[in-house]
């Protein structure tokens, strides 16, 4: 290929680079810089229309019309970008503020001035919603009143969230409210061909990509049919290091506290209160709940001095005289627990106050407040602790049902299921297992490697094991994660903890698919599930089940997580294979056996195709979320593009793998080592698109806090 003909990808190897960029200088600056100097600039667009035009000119070239599939998949990806910039050029988004029985047609464009509607609207009257029993705001509803300009009346309807209204052309969203509750704030859009455009563009994209999967003339099915799959598994002879997680809760032991008796109510009462039902976190709840969250808050376990979460929160709230004296507190800072005069890592609340009653921390925060240091984390950490206390022994944290019988109660099947769910650590048990099941199936392919066919059948006996402990853990994991489904409701994909727990399980059932043909997929997926949930464990990630706001309970959603989670966990696969391959590499070049070397080399062979294989479904599935989660925003706030930083990462990750395909213009992924190189390097575009944007840049989509 002729250095014009890679003229696109340069291009695209600039795009990547520069947005990547601007997700950092956002987080540094200020999310309107990057928009008026990259994403908005004309040098930005000019950039895209150039390599929209010499991708076009390549695929003239190529003669790409001779493989339909991959000329429709190439034309998708034009459609769409000739889509956005068709919004760019020709849309019009702005805002209308509404106040009661005022009529109202002008709605502002930011730098653009003011512009009239071809239609006049009028706010009835506006609503807020309200979880059940509490104060928080679950929707916002505006009751408007549409005539044309000569006062006659069109229709009436209601605008919220996730119900938009349409008329000539123009969508209108639910945006804010004014705090007097008489005006309401909505957006307009106005984008009467770019988003048919580009609509257009994933339609034809999904069947392009399907199509490309199912022909038998595309690589997909050669790679199917490759001979080093039908050669069956290859053993796993690298290994990485890996630590074996020692972690256990603190002790419910006398350390954490005092040797004074304490006050306390009996077991048989605590276990009167579980099922009580209360408000907690804007949702109905079992006492159960809130008692275990409020404990383990405080003391890093589900119980203390071998008392029930209820016994340690009832008992607090009865005799808080006597318990403001027990170290149960934990505090992880050093620094802190050094400041406060502590002998070990429990403070008791009266611990936080001088002989004079003034809050020790308060004076603290000040002098550190704004310093971003670890112990400024850990002062607000604890401030909440001492919050929680407070709250609880001022009677604010424990709110029961209304006896007005507003809220709806929990069922009898709900209530059992939640304490069910509660009851079972299913994280902390599945990290445990499949990290040491991936750990042994290590050791094993190792023995394997050393003892060649003299430890064939003994290997054998002990993958049966293995397969079936695969296909129980799998089976546990999903038995939690439906048990979440069922009591949220709602498919748990809303946060960090619910999304991590996905790709676990999404890992598991891609082992469970992969293990049989190829046996090495086993320990990846044991080592790679349990390495996510000991994530999800350790981070302190509030798995609370919460309800949604309406924005958020949503198929096009749910489907945009499913779709990219399911992609991140096959990269994670493809990962694996590249450090395999690499250690196999390492291994060919220090064998003086001729025999082991080909081995080797088989093996390298049958995981390189397997990676290239993986490859089509990742990409095409991440592409998928990407687009549908496009679709997602445009429904509930009248925009499919954005440039937040989680849907830039999305893309600068779409765009790396799918470099990896084009091997005519790139032809060092011909080569197996370069190829697994740039998969192991590429993997740390999903861990910024997930990890880096969560919990650093943030932006909408930040499960951060």
């Not at 890996?242 to 350390?255: D, I, K, Y």
């Not at 297992?433 to 050791?443: D, K, R």
């Not at 293990?515 to 997926?525: E, K, N, Q």
């Not at 990269?571 to 690499?582: D, K, P, R, Y």
Request: one cysteine or more.
């Amino acid at each position: 290929m002729t250095n014009l003909n890679k003229l696109p990808f340069l291009f695209l190897i600039i795009i990547t680079i520069t947005i990547g960029t601007a997700t950092i200088v956002e987080d540094l600056y200020s999310t309107q810089f990057v928009m008026k100097w990259c994403y908005s600039a004309t040098w930005f667009r000019v950039l895209w229309v150039a390599a929209s035009l010499s991708a076009v000119w390549v695929i003239w070239k190529s003669k790409l019309w001779k493989r339909l599939e991959l000329m429709l998949l190439h034309l998708s990806l034009l459609v769409i970008l000739c889509g956005a910039l068709t919004t760019v050029l020709t849309s019009r988004k702005g805002m209308i503020h509404l106040r009661q029985n005022r009529p109202e047609c002008m709605f502002n464009i930011p730098e653009k001035g003011v512009e009239s509607l071809p239609f006049i609207l009028c706010l009835d009257s506006f609503r807020i919603e309200h979880y059940p029993g509490t104060d928080a705001p679950s929707d916002f509803v505006s009751y408007i009143t549409f005539t044309d300009t000569k006062g006659n009346k069109i229709k009436n309807t209601e605008i919220s969230m996730n119900n938009i209204s349409t008329l000539d052309g123009y969508r209108l969203y639910q945006s804010s409210y004014d705090d007097d509750f008489r005006g309401s704030w909505l957006t307009v859009n106005y984008d009467p061909w770019g988003t048919g455009i580009t609509y257009t563009g994933y339609v034809l994209l999904a069947v392009s990509m399907l199509m490309t999967l199912l022909s038998r003339k595309e690589n997909f099915r050669r790679l199917l049919r490759h001979p080093a799959l039908k050669r069956g598994s290859a053993f796993l002879v690298g290994l990485l290091a890996c630590l074996q997680p020692c972690l256990a809760e603190n002790a419910e032991s006398e350390t954490a506290g005092t040797d004074r008796p304490l006050a306390v109510i009996k077991a048989a009462q605590a276990e009167k209160f579980k099922s009580r039902q209360v408000i907690y976190n804007d949702r109905v709840a079992p006492l159960n709940t809130l008692a275990l969250d409020f404990t383990r808050k405080l003391t890093g376990s589900s119980s203390f001095r071998r008392l029930s979460a209820e016994q340690v929160m009832i008992s607090w709230m009865l005799y808080p005289e006597e318990w403001q004296h027990v170290k149960m507190i934990k505090i992880k800072n050093e620094e802190l627990r050094t400041t406060l005069g502590l002998e070990n890592e429990f403070a008791c609340f009266a611990d936080f106050f001088d002989g004079n009653g003034d809050y020790r921390l308060s004076k603290l925060y000040e002098t550190h407040r704004g310093s971003h240091s670890k112990l400024e984390k850990a002062i607000r950490e604890a401030d909440e602790k001492v919050g929680i206390l407070l709250m609880l022994t001022n009677g604010t944290l424990i709110k029961p049902l209304p006896e007005d019988n507003s809220v709806k109660p929990l069922s009898d099947n709900k209530i059992k299921a939640e304490l069910l769910y509660n009851s079972i650590p299913f994280s902390k048990i599945l990290f445990m297992f499949n990290l040491t099941a991936g750990l042994l199936l290590f050791f094993i392919m190792l023995y394997a490697m050393l003892n060649g066919r003299k430890a064939k059948a003994y290997i054998h006996g002990i993958y049966t094991g293995e397969s079936v402990c695969l296909y129980a853990s799998t089976l546990f994991h999903l038995a939690g994660y439906c048990l979440r489904w069922y009591i949220s409701g709602t498919l748990p994909l809303t946060n960090g903890f619910e999304t991590m727990q996905f790709v676990a399980l999404c890992t598991l059932l891609i082992s469970c698919a992969l293990h049989r043909p190829f046996r090495f997929t086993l320990p990846f997926g044991f080592m790679l599930s349990g390495f996510i949930l000991l994530v999800s464990y350790l981070g302190e990630i509030n798995p609370q089940i919460t309800p949604l706001m309406p924005v958020l309970v949503s198929p096009w959603l749910s489907s945009h997580v499913s779709m990219i989670m399911v992609s991140y966990s096959l990269f994670a696969f493809i990962m694996l294979n590249g450090v395999t391959a690499l250690c196999l590499m390492m291994c060919c070049r220090k064998s003086k056996d001729p025999e082991a070397e080909r081995n080797r080399h088989e093996q390298i062979e049958t995981l390189t195709v397997l990676s290239r294989l993986m490859l089509y479904p990742a990409t095409f599935m991440l592409a998928a979320g990407i687009f549908l989660g496009a679709v997602w925003a445009n429904v509930s706030w009248g925009s499919y593009w954005s440039w937040d930083a989680k849907e830039v990462w999305a893309l600068v990750t779409m765009l790396v793998y799918g470099f990896a395909f084009h091997r005519s213009a790139f032809p060092a992924f011909r080569n197996p080592k370069t190829f697994h190189i740039y998969m192991v390097v590429a993997f740390l575009c999903v861990i910024m698109t997930y990890f880096g944007v969560n919990y650093w840049l943030g932006g909408m989509h930040s499960y951060a806090g």
